[in-house]
């Protein structure tokens, strides 16, 4: 089975803090993707990544980085947190079309709700 | 552009109840269609899916079928259990892309 997995589940931080997300997957998926989950707002994509050291922006990249140094591994990072980035992060990743690896589907990691005070 | 919408909720059911969710999208192309499921505090999971016109994706006694003539993808239980309760997310892949759109969500109560 693919397995994503975030590093943390909860994380409380203080406003300013700089914040780090892992995500690392074992399927050997060229693309990963982070998104952020609000309520009433649904799935909000802020970064991908379809290679190593490849990275595109999403509909709200601001305030965040992303970093891929290997394959499997995708960080997020809020350089200097703010409170209205409190929310629920959802890493993501999925394989090339019409390889072995992909369905189509995208396979997600458990989240990481972030609190920002 | 490309967008999906689908039903507000919440959806209140007693056990064994028939349940439809309603989805319906906009895109250009033929996208993937797919519905998730996020059980409390999880990530999500794929419930099902289908990739063209016509296809039928089920799971679980999960049901959804690709209209491409309505756009749409409604999604079908003939008897829910309290397990089920969950939110329920409706989704597409834009054709060609790696671009994923989802709608708001959808959460499901189920009463016993």
């Known amino acids: 089975d693919v397995k994503v997995t975030q590093s943390s589940r909860y994380l409380v931080k203080r406003t300013g803090e700089k914040v780090f997300l892992e995500c690392v997957q074992d399927?050997?998926?060229?693309?990963m993707f982070w998104y952020r989950q609000d309520p009433g707002l649904g799935l909000r994509l802020i970064y991908f990544?379809?290679?190593?050291?490849?990275?595109e922006k999403g509909d709200i990249p601001e305030g965040y980085s992303v970093s891929r140094e290997k394959k499997e591994r995708f960080s997020l990072i809020l350089e200097s947190a703010s409170t209205n980035q409190t929310s629920m992060y959802l890493c993501a990743s999925t394989g090339p079309p019409g390889g072995i690896t992909n369905t189509g589907e995208l396979f997600f990691g458990e989240g990481s709700r972030l609190t920002v005070l | 552009g490309n967008s999906v919408t689908q039903m507000e909720g919440p959806v209140t059911l007693s056990e064994e109840a028939f349940l439809t969710i309603n989805c319906t999208y906009t895109a250009t192309g033929y996208p993937s269609l797919f519905w998730y499921v996020q059980y409390p505090g999880e990530g999500l999971q794929l419930l099902l899916k289908a990739t063209k016109a016509d296809d039928k994706g089920s799971n679980k006694g999960f049901e959804a079928t690709y209209r491409k003539e309505t756009t749409s993808f409604h999604l079908e239980k003939g008897s829910v259990q309290v397990s089920d309760s969950a939110v329920y997310f409706c989704a597409l892949r834009v054709s060609g892309t790696y671009k994923y759109i989802f709608g708001t969500g959808t959460r499901l109560k189920v009463l016993a």
């Open positions: 990544s379809y290679d190593v050291k490849m990275k």
């Open positions: 399927m050997d998926h060229e693309n």
